[in-house]
């Protein structure tokens, strides 16, 4: 089910780092506090380097994009890029960092693509990648694109910023944005309003965008409660999507995951620490997935990798919870997410 030569593509969280405070971000509380079992850290060059690339001949797609931080945090990104220069390499970034020239040198790698992720135009974009600089962020795009880089706009819809879908179309297309897609957030769990908060302060509401149909509502579950119960009752068997695309998920401590959804188990609220101890559970030992203590050949090769996770999606001991919120095939969250896309 995993091995070196299946491989396909590695997604990175290079740093548990950000210099934004994006209210539904799992590394802050509802309160816009950082987690308090959120250890923020760079991912290690040297277990980077030490990866063996020679015996992954079918490793395409280096995936940079994180569950609590920003690639572009990491102080040695500039040598993990050419150590990845025969490889596509797709970053994800809020590209509120980094000055134009760098943007510009970036621009000139054919192998590099950036997904730019701006939530609006103007202050609307604000409201949700907050502080970041959308003022910055544009000048940066176009000094990656008119170097010659390919870009993606990545744009979350919400009620305060849907009026300016079509601008931001037109306004892509005279940038040079190799393409605009449209996402609606799957973190509205238990009501179509989201009050933030900073450092315990009340500041405003994030509301669903007009035609957005949260999960929670599609699977008739009432406000106030998560649709947990109704993922439950109604699941189907689970389906790993990412193994099936033959692609992993390494965390900024070293830890070797089969998705980045199983990666956010790292820090969050009380039901994040339950969900840790569960997977747990299935793995045994969190030492038989990290890199620090073990060769990513020694981890698939393990009794881990090999038997334990496989097993775990058909229960045996038990079926994580997060794989069964995101990959059971009847009301997995991943089927849903794939009906968000570009319906704005």
Known sequence: MYSLDT??????????????KCPQCHR???????????????????IIKNLPLKKMVNLKTISLCGNFGDPLMHPELDQILDFFSTKEIKISTN?????????????????????????????????????????????NAKAFIQAGGTAHWQFIVFKHNEHQIDEAKKLSISLGFDKIFFIFSD?????????????????????????????????????????????????????????????????????????????????????????????????KEYKNIDLNFKSLEKIFKSKTFKKNIPESFTGNPLSHPVCIEWCNKNTGKYIKELNYVNKA
């Open 7 to 20: 491989l396909t593509e590695i997604n990175f969280e290079l740093s548990s780092f950000c210099n934004a």
């Open 28 to 46: 802050y509380d509802i309160f816009g506090n950082l987690q308090k079992n959120l250890t923020p850290a760079h991912l290690s060059i040297n």
């Open 95 to 139: 590209a509120s960092l980094r000055n134009k020239e760098w943007w510009e040198k970036i621009g000139k790698n054919k192998n590099i693509q950036i997904t730019f992720c701006i939530d609006g135009i103007g202050e609307e974009h604000e409201l949700y990648r907050r502080k970041t600089s959308y003022d910055k962020i544009i000048d």
């Open 187 to 283: 973190r509205f769990d238990t009501s179509n309003t989201w009050k933030v908060f900073d450092n315990n302060q009340y500041l405003y509401d994030l509301n669903v965008a007009t035609n957005q149909t949260t999960l929670r509502e599609s699977l008739d579950s009432p406000i106030g409660e998560k649709s947990w119960k109704n993922i439950y009752k109604n699941k189907g068997e689970i389906s790993c999507f990412w193994s099936q695309k033959k692609k992993i998920y390494i965390h900024s401590d070293g830890t070797v995951y089969p998705c980045c959804m199983l990666g956010s188990i790292q820090a969050g609220q009380s039901d994040k620490n339950i969900e840790k101890l569960l997977y747990k559970r299935i793995i």
